[in-house]
């Protein structure tokens, strides 16, 4: 259901409360035992059976732990179908029915759904991960859950409750399972993704919203793997503009960038980075991360202001760096401050934390620190280290489902 008085301000707060994502997973909905049901409606594709050594212990494919033949070594950022999608839609007095965890596949959709003729569609991005010790974790979920009822109020959308998104999230990880990869060999995507699929013609939210999750194991997000990248700044195209919708996740964010992001890969570019579109002056984000700028002890991101997309990572990489001492400013940042950077770093749930080698704007190439005693790297460690085990995770981030 649409959430009233929500805000920035309220997502910003929701945001620090490291504890909140742990506390639902006592949700009145029980994923577990949804999944040992859902197995009769969903059943694995056909995949050859071996075996595998994962960390310190051997898995046979065909076992309560099996894994999908994927050569998990190759693993890139693309979508690999995998078994099982979840599926529920709204009702009449604007709630989700019980969703269904269905086989992966095309789903069906008027010409004049409201996804299709005005861009009523938003989706979010969380991971699932395999720790060494074999259990399945996830992280922040209640997070992307509470950033998807903020789009929805601004699309006047419905939207599920951060409950059952939760747990939508946990019965995709838990049909999947065999799709997650092994321990540091990466994770499986997991993607939210709310359409209103109810058909319109004039003007108007549609009649009807679906709500769909679906995953893919992915590696690195960038071709360059864990390399530095190579930003472009541009000046000419705009990710997001004042009184827009760029602070939430909205499908319709992304299209427009594409050009930008072609042109500069053409360049041999890694990704765009976005100025403010009133002056053309001020650090926005890249074309799916935000940004930080490292200058001594201190971490200067821009502010959140209705144009730039409160990332969850983001958020974590503030609480960290604040954790181990760096003073850290959520400000204004003019295009100019790149030029006297130590280090550029950008984060985000498909990228991680990803270092930045150098950024070219109106053709003068700025090169940064990226070595192994970076404050990126730092940070980076920490962060995976949380989500994988080895740090032990004081946040209350983590959420164990199985």
């Known amino acids: 259901m649409i959430r009233k008085g929500l805000s920035m301000q309220n997502l910003n707060q ?22 040992s049901s859902l197995l009769q409606v969903c059943e694995p594709s056909a995949y050859r059976k071996r075996e595998v050594k994962v960390g310190q212990f051997l898995t046979r494919y065909g076992g309560e732990d099996e894994y999908a033949d994927v050569d998990w070594d190759k693993l890139g950022f693309g979508l690999m179908p995998t078994d099982c999608m979840y599926v529920t839609t709204s009702t009449n007095d604007g709630s989700f029915s019980v969703g269904q965890v269905l086989p992966f596949g095309n789903i069906q959709l008027s010409p004049s759904a409201g996804v299709l003729n005005y861009g009523q569609g938003l989706f979010e991005g969380t991971k699932a991960i395999r720790r060494e010790n074999g ?47 092994p321990p540091g060999k990466g994770s499986l995507y997991i993607r939210p993704l709310l359409i209103g699929s109810g058909p319109i013609l004039g003007l108007a939210p549609a009649p009807e919203y679906t709500f769909i999750v679906y995953a893919s194991p992915v590696g690195n997000y960038f071709k360059e793997g864990r390399a530095p990248l190579n930003l472009f700044v541009d000046d000419e195209y705009h990710r997001a503009t004042r009184g827009g919708a760029g602070g939430v996740k909205t499908i319709s964010n992304y299209a427009p960038v594409l050009k930008a992001i072609t042109r500069a890969k053409s360049r041999g570019f890694s990704d ?58 959520e400000r204004q940042i003019p295009v100019e401050e790149l030029l006297d950077a130590d280090e550029i770093f950008c984060t985000g749930t498909a990228v991680g934390v990803a270092s930045v080698g150098s950024i070219t704007y109106k053709n ?19 962060l995976i280290g949380i989500q994988t085990g080895s740090v032990e995770d004081e946040m209350g981030w983590i959420i164990e489902i199985d």
């Open 14 to 35: 929701s945001l620090r409360i490291g504890s909140s994502a742990s506390k639902l997973s006592n949700s009145s909905f029980t994923s577990q035992a949804a999944a």
């Open 135 to 181: 259990r399945t974790v996830l992280f922040r979920p209640a997070q992307n859950a509470i950033r998807m009822q903020m789009g929805a109020e601004r699309l006047c959308m419905l939207s599920p409750s951060v409950d059952q998104f939760v747990d939508a999230v946990k019965q995709t990880a838990l049909s999947n399972k065999r799709w997650i990869p």
């Open 272 to 329: 765009v980075l976005y100025l403010d579109s009133v002056n053309k002056k001020n650090l926005e984000e890249v074309s799916s991360c935000n940004i930080f700028i490292v200058k001594g002890n201190v971490l200067s991101t821009p502010a959140i202001n209705g144009t730039i997309l409160p990332g969850v990572t983001r958020k974590c990489i503030i609480e960290i760096a604040q954790h181990h001492g760096y003073k850290v400013e």
């Open 364 to 382: 003068k190439r700025v090169e940064y620190k990226t070595d192994s005693k970076s404050v990126c790297r730092e940070m980076y460690s920490t």
